[in-house]
């Protein structure tokens, strides 16, 4: 890689909240091995951080980032890699979120912006063109992520300054808090909002006008033009322009028996219910205010604005409402009241909390109250009741100020119920810590995806969704060698297809770019050969899409190793909760399914011979990371017995 960067800025900031210092050093350090985005981040924290450092420890980092591709004229080119240690199990942790702050600090001159320390008051990062600021934030601590960005940029006079932030949740450490971007875009899971709280880091503002510099234009255009001819004609832009992501993914999941009803008692919603909070009821909710599409973005699934305009909660107006949300506190809760819906929604975003861990660890309640395992004199008096959408309501104010029965729930759901004990953590519905976002039992692929996952418990990372769209089996053995890709239920080559998407995700990441314009949303979409055309013509050098996927695999074995060391995670840690393997579907067209316990553990050895990894404990071998070039992480292992 040449001195002279394309695509990179070629500069990575470090900000040391110590002693209030910064410095620079050269992308290119890291971008020949890692890309960009979450692989940079992944190789520093390794090497950086010891396991014996705590979430919270100033030594800790939490580093932002972008990829080679964020800020270009690429479709979606507009994602945020935050990345830090696991607040929820000390292991691994990476978030993402789109929106325009990853292209403004781009702009602003980095690639990388490398947290370490505490401030011994609370401060923000100011990002303007190159230049680098600590400022007061003692006037933002306590404000809500929606009025802090609207402050910063009253202060600084310029409405294009776009704005990363923690809200109360993250102040007061709440284990599963999340960084805002754009008022509703959160960098959720594993609690990366509580560790930029934890260095009194209220926000970081960024504004820039630099371009990003392309080192074959005409290649370059001629292949973004490509990739967005292929979005187009896949239909996905009118279908989530129309609907956005919770009216088109929301009844599918209902459908296909993944819904986590009540908790994950159930996995399909009585239908009647369903109808009441997606279309077209909340299309009369759709408001005609400002489309809020991300940078760059030719799909627009976050382009509604949802405004209440009557009822307790009128007055609340988001804009992309997506589905997690609808399935987190619609069946989850059991609530069936859309502007409710939406009142919670705006609420978590303003208090800056993780969607998914935040009505997982409610639910959890709520099912342990109906089973009588949790009491009024645990609560604080409060009765807990499915449906009472004012009770979730004010249950996420108190997580958030960690008030009375909410400073139970605020440490999440594996934590409270180890607290609580008397049998609750069997409805503790996690994985490695983290809320298990889904239901998992019928889907047999998505369920591997979801729980071998390097930070728990999340969808994103290597759940496959050709099983959403019953992919036909010469389609996906011509794409995935995998001939059972569309079927839901079956277990065998589960393995292969996860490993797949493990390292697409991972690609996908270091790039800077949204998940939702790839091959997971559709097999027609952009795949590893047109990223590689894209990644080739901006960079003007040559990558091939089977050199990416290579990448992404080391990735992915980082992580995996952190979380050996610094989590202590084994085999045991790549099973389901319990609960999924014992109590079947109740109800809907797959009603019986589960996860079986000995079917499950044939497909973990198979996704183990795959990865190369050790089958009874589920760690590396010190063959496979020198294969992958790794040779440091098998010392480092072999050092500690791992």
Known sequence: MSEQTYGWTGTTLRVDL??????????????????????????ILFHEVEPHIKPFDPENLLIFGTGPLTGTEAPASNFLAISSKNVLNGGANFSYVGGHFAPQLKYAGFDQVIVSGKSERPVYLWLNNGKVELKDASHLWGKTTWETQDIIRQSHGDDAIRVACIGPAGENLVRFSAIIVDRTRAAGGGGIGAVMGSKNLKAIAARGSSQVRIACPEEFHKAVRDSLSKIVASGLPKLFGEKGTHGVVTPLMNRLCLMPVRNV????????????????????????????????????????????????????????FESNTGYSFGPRLDIDYIPAILKAFEGISQL???????????????????RGILTKEDTGGCELKWGDYATVIELVRKIAYREGFGALLADGVKIASDKIGRGSQYY?????GQSQIDGMRAAKGWALGIVTATRGGRHLNGAPTTEFMRLPAELGERIYGVSTAGDPQAYEGKAGLVVWYEQFKA?????????????????DLLAPEDYARLLSAATGIEFSAKAL???????HNIEKAINTLHAGFTRQDDLPPRILMEEPVKTGNLRGELLNREKWEQMLDEYYDLQGWDRETGWQTKETLEELRLDEIARELARRGK
Request: with cysteine.
């Open 549 to 555: 996927m290579s990448i992404g695999r080391r990735v």
């Open 352 to 370: 800056g909390l993780d969607n998914d861990n935040t009505a997982g660890v409610i639910s959890w309640a709520f099912d342990c109250y109906e």
């Open 18 to 43: 110590n002693s209030q210092e910064f410095s620079t050093e050269p992308t290119t350090k890291y971008a020949n091995l890692f890309i960009g985005g979450r692989g940079i981040q992944q190789w």
């Open 428 to 432: 503790a519905m996690h994985v490695k």
């Open 265 to 320: 008692q159930d996995a399909h919603w009585d239908e009647k219910k369903l109808e009441k909070i997606i279309f077209p009821v909340l299309d009369k909710f759709r408001s005609k205010g400002k489309i809020n599409a991300c940078f760059n973005c030719p799909i627009g699934c976050g382009n509604i604005v949802y405004e209440v305009d009557d009822g307790p909660y009128a007055g609340v107006k988001v804009p992309a």
């Open 507 to 523: 690609l996908v990441d270091m790039l800077g770019m949204c998940y939702y314009t790839s091959m997971w949303s559709r097999p």
